[in-house]
């Protein structure tokens, strides 16, 4: 994810080898593009058409699954790019509207500031809301988000319990499709639009830095379908926010540890003020920067937290050595005097890593959610490790041991997954609570020959220096169950000291739902981009002993990532040995490789930009940077895209971000939606009868200053004037992240 108090997406970290370019891609015949099965080497690769190891073996595709197999087929027709057909235009290249297909119809369900709790206030239109109006509001920037079904206009005898655990595919399963609990990530704030006057304006202060605090975290809401119309009950005991202050626990092997006690703080509305104790490392206050998401079989939601480091700041000098052990932690994770530019440091100090420099080790974790208990306390669930989360997305197995996959978003960082220990118990929801308490978690190595290796990350792991982790002074300490807890709360050095593929930016996993007959564990991940692969005469790696100053690597061309100056991104896949989660081993290819097939940019020897998506006509369904990833319940695959969002530079044959679907079989893909000026598209979720789908459109306009809030975008009131509910009013003032609802005029099944 990117925005105006992000790192640019084309900045980030990783090494390996390889050649990727369209031409070899095109003389690989239909036959030919299989899943390379773990026996076949390079000898083999070379006789079944010159692809060698030295060209772009990662580019075919998954053998056909037989027709009725996991795919109902996509029923719609791509709509046009969002482009400004008047080269003369001094306005933005793409409209600023959300547009669909003929067919279908979009309104706005919710947007930034809308009360979603009782007492909650209307937005004002001139941010003029405080830091407690905030707290009973949407929040702003809206991410991930998952619809749970409330089953109470349901005819059935479930009991609580049940109706509560996931899904297995079928629809009789999956719950109530008129009312439900949405939850959803708010990633960051844009001060200029948070604030009257900006960031600055009279003065920085305590007041607002609350308020850019309450607008982060999760908003969960509950929707309600009548007559036809969705719309939030704002005044619902469901609704709820959590934010950079919720009170939470922390829980798994790291909680308790030394570096997760930090000082302790008397949090109020007016200062954070030092008790002069240190906690216990079991407790922390808030989540931050919370991009994807994930749900649990057991019926709960994750929200994962992204680039929590650029919330963090120094009022003096702040250790980036690599002598000590905060200082290591602090260079891999990318902490810094400046951060992102957030100045909440200079009003709060438990933000301010000059003094309190064990507080960002209670960020970079996976934070459990019960959606259905406003009373329930977040976990931080430290077994599925520390790093910048995007997601966590599950598989359950047919012997029901469960996995959750994770990518780290930055460039060159690594794909992970987590085993639990215990098995899954089927409708017994209490039984599955601590599940993500105990397990194994693994970082993954893709090799030349199309086969991978899940590496695990335990005290007797076996580095690249022929060591146990134990045995490595990182992770040195007095027992196993220390060593572990820093293995995890120093998850990027284990990666590294393993051996690990960098990855160009590792976002969004998706696993294909098994069903109708296909049983394989196939499980999908967005690799944005990365401008550093490639670019440099001298490759660079992450150093195996964990020093390597967070994306700063620039690695060379390898068989997963095989373009240098990776612009357009890509999304692998793989599918795990014996279709178990427990696998230690996979297969793996290249979906796709995005791009611009009308592009003008000049080629290179590893990359010609123009990417090899299927569709027709040829070029109708372009797209660039793919981040949000998404199977719908019918196995259809959702893509979203992070490019730049107004139609230019590498993008301007591609226009605004999209959302695309696609075909896991053939690779066919067709363009669904295009989204207002200078946004992103993430976030997709739907009701279970797969009839109506909830999008997230966030920060339409971004760049606007304070004295001009709709300079580039006054979305969603210059498209709509009234909200899902067809009868409140939308008021202006400024853009808003929002999510869209999207029905089928004939109210048929979304995609088909």
């Not at 015949?29 to 060209?55: E, K, M």
């Not at 119309?229 to 959590?242: C, D, Y």
């Amino acid at each position: 994810m990117k925005g105006k108090s992000h790192p640019t997406n084309d900045v980030s970290l990783n090494p390996s080898s390889g050649h990727s370019i369209r031409d070899v891609i095109d003389h690989v015949d239909a036959s030919r593009r299989q899943f390379i099965q773990s026996g076949v080497g390079a000898a083999a690769l070379a006789s079944a058409g010159g692809i060698t190891l030295g060209g772009l073996v990662g580019t075919v595709q998954a053998a056909p699954v037989p027709a009725g197999l996991g795919f109902p087929g996509i029923g719609f027709e791509s709509i046009p790019a969002s482009i400004d057909i008047d080269p003369s235009s001094t306005a933005s290249a793409v409209a600023d509207l959300v547009k669909v297909p003929v067919g279908y119809t979009a309104n706005v369900f919710v947007a930034w500031g809308d009360p979603i709790m009782p007492g909650g206030a209307p937005f004002s239109g001139t941010a003029s809301e405080t830091a407690a109006d905030q707290l009973k509001q949407f929040g702003m920037h809206n991410d991930g988000m998952h619809f749970f079904p409330i089953d109470d206009d349901r005819d059935d005898d479930r009991d609580d319990d049940k109706r509560r655990d996931g899904h297995d595919g079928h629809d009789d399963d999956r719950g109530s499709s008129k009312r439900g609990i949405l939850c959803v990530n708010n990633e960051y704030t844009h001060e200029e639009v948070l604030f009257t006057d900006g960031q600055v304006g009279a003065g920085y202060s305590i007041a607002k830095t609350r308020k850019s605090q309450a607008a982060h975290g999760v908003s969960i809401v509950e929707a309600r379908r009548k007559g036809g119309k969705w719309s939030v009950a704002k005044n619902s005991s469901l609704g709820r926010r959590i934010t950079a202050n919720t009170f939470m626990q922390v829980s798994g092997p790291a909680a308790g540890h030394a570096l997760m006690q930090t000082r302790e703080f008397l949090i109020t509305d007016v200062a954070s003020t030092p008790t002069g104790n240190t906690t216990n490392g079991r407790v922390a206050n808030g989540t931050v920067n919370n991009c994807a998401h994930g749900i649990t079989p057991w019926g709960t939601y994750l929200t994962c937290e992204e680039n929590w480091n650029g919330n963090f700041g120094g009022t003096g000098a702040v250790d980036t050595s690599v002598t000590t052990e905060i200082g290591k932690l602090n260079r891999r994770y990318g902490l810094n005097a400046g951060g992102f530019g957030y100045r909440w440091h200079t009003t709060d100090p438990r933000w301010d890593l000059t003094t309190n420099p064990n507080e960002p080790h209670l960020f970079g974790w996976v934070v459990e959610i019960d959606p259905y208990d406003p009373k329930a306390i977040p976990v931080k669930r430290t077994a599925l490790g520390r790093f910048k989360h995007e997601s966590a997305q599950y598989v359950v197995d047919k012997d029901d041991h469960v996995a959750f996959y994770l990518g780290d978003d930055e460039r060159n960082e690594y794909i992970y997954k987590f085993v639990c220990k215990g098995k899954l118990k089927k409708g017994r929801r209490a039984a599955n609570r601590n599940l993500l308490d105990e397990g194994t978690l693994y970082v993954a190595r893709f090799d030349a020959d199309l086969t991978g290796v899940w590496l695990p990350l335990t005290p007797d792991s076996i580095g690249l220096d022929g060591k146990a982790l134990r045995e490595n002074a990182n992770f040195a300490g007095a027992d196993d169950a220390e060593v572990l807890a820093k293995i995890l709360i120093k998850t990027r050095m284990a990666g590294d000291a393993v051996g690990a593929t960098m990855m160009d930016r590792p976002e969004w996993t998706g696993a294909r739902p098994r069903i109708n007959g296909f049983r394989e564990v196939e499980v999908y991940c967005t690799l944005t981009n990365n401008n550093r692969r490639g670019s440099s005469a001298t490759p660079s790696s992450n150093l195996p002993d964990g020093s390597t100053l967070a994306a700063s690597a620039r690695p060379a061309v390898d068989a997963a990532n095989p373009r240098e100056d990776n612009v357009h991104g890509h999304i692998i896949r793989w599918r795990e040995a014996g279709k178990s989660v427990k696998a230690t081993t996979f297969t793996w290819d290249l979906f796709v490789q995005a791009g611009d097939t009308l592009t003008a940019k000049v080629a290179k020897p590893t990359n010609n930009y123009q990417g090899n998506i299927v569709d027709a006509p040829n070029g109708s369904a372009d797209y660039g940077a793919p981040d949000g990833l998404w199977f719908d319940y019918f196995g259809r695959l959702w893509v979203q895209t992070d490019q730049i969002g107004n139609g230019s530079g590498d993008f301007v044959n591609i226009g605004s971000n999209v959302m695309v679907c696609a075909d896991p079989n053939t690779g066919e893909t067709r363009r669904f939606l295009t989204s207002p000026n200078k946004c992103e598209v993430t976030g997709v979720t739907m009701t279970p009868n797969g009839r109506t789908m909830f999008v997230g459109i966030q920060h339409p306009g971004e760049d606007a200053l304070a004295a001009n809030p709709t300079e580039f975008s006054n979305w969603p009131q210059g498209q709509f004037a009234v909200e899902s509910d067809g009868v409140t009013a939308l008021p202006g003032g400024r853009p808003r992240s929002s999510v869209v609802v999207i029905t089928k005029d004939d109210g048929g099944i979304i995609g088909t």
